[in-house]
């Protein structure tokens, strides 16, 4: 028996699942009937996990306190590595209780909105928005409001992005540095100008730092290194991208212990805690090869430049590079429905990449190309591809 609309909440009927399920599941069929596809789209690096982290998983498997829920917050043990890495690395200055392992960045996140955010607030995302934040904001009955970032300036969110969109009803500010889908990442002035300005005005920042180990220009500036932070900021975070192990399910939120005291409520009722195992295995990666995945960042530049130049041979599309993530951000001249390019190109070209209107109207007209899981010759057949799929679709245009 199918269920009556009536017995579906309206909140769960507001949202929108993000195009990338179906792609994928189109991209598998094209696989099934035989067709050779190359897929830019999941924001997934194609990396092993951290040899350590592989090691002390399969220890734990005869442990038996791996077989038990942790506390709420996660492993002490796990907490007290996390603070001393942000401390020796990003200058961030916490205690474990000011942590909260969760499963993964988006649990992370559900679980800061939930914490920060009634029903009814505006919560400004500095867009183009990662679609899940956007979700999650809609999730727990609160309002979103879109504040465009600029590619002019490198889609690097700044104060004047945020302060035009500000209301009485404005609750909190989401920040995504480095940002998926533009890779873009706020400068550490602005980043301070923007939690500065929030907390006189009692105003929370929830910054997603998810691609913190992904930048390559610099280092990455973390909002809670801001003098005053705990004021008015709450970080969410994962290891899914940093030690390349989307599948274990582990995050962390970071706030003041006084916001993560009554967060521990929801996360008790949410999950409990994180997956024990997985929090064994990523401690081990913290404590022990914390930058693991730079070792892979002579591997990311390659496959960047390669995809710059080929990107620059193809006269449809445009891409303003920027300094984090594996992400292009590209902008297709004319284009005004990206959801049915996007589905175009994997038609025709069996390229799979993700319509820029998942990331709010900020990002229609634009593709996001992810190469973290893409090989140097694969991106090479790739571009080859799309630049046959646009050249041919001028011609069928022109006709």
Known sequence: MSSRPSSVSARARGLVIPPFDALNQKAGALREAGKNVISLGQAVPAFPPPPVAIEAARRALTDPDAQRYSADAGLLSLRVALRDRFKDNLGVEIDPEDLIVTAGGNQAFMLAAMAAVDPGDEVILAAPYFVNHEMAVRAVGAVPIEAPVSESAG????????????TNRTKAVVLCT???PTGARIRPD???????????RDI??????TYLHFVFGGVHASAAAVP???ESVI???TFSKSFAMTGWRVGYMLADRSICEQALKIQDAMIICAPVISQIAVEAAARDDWNYIRGFHDELR??????AEALAGIPALHWTPTDGGFFAFVRVAGERDSERLANEILERAHVVTIPGAAFGRSGEGFLRLSYGAASVDALVEACGRLKDFFYTRRERESE
Not at 204 to 209: C, H, N, T
Not at 302 to 307: C, D, F, K, T
């Open 235 to 237: 970080v969410v975070g």
């Open 178 to 180: 480095p940002s998926n």
């Open 155 to 166: 889609f690097a969110a700044r104060w004047s992005d945020i302060e035009p969109h500000l």
């Open 302 to 307: 390659s496959r960047r430049a390669v995809l």
């Open 190 to 200: 602005d980043l301070s100008r923007i939690v500065a300005e929030l907390s006189s």
């Open 204 to 209: 929370v920042l929830l910054s997603d730092e």
């Open 228 to 230: 005053g932070w705990r």
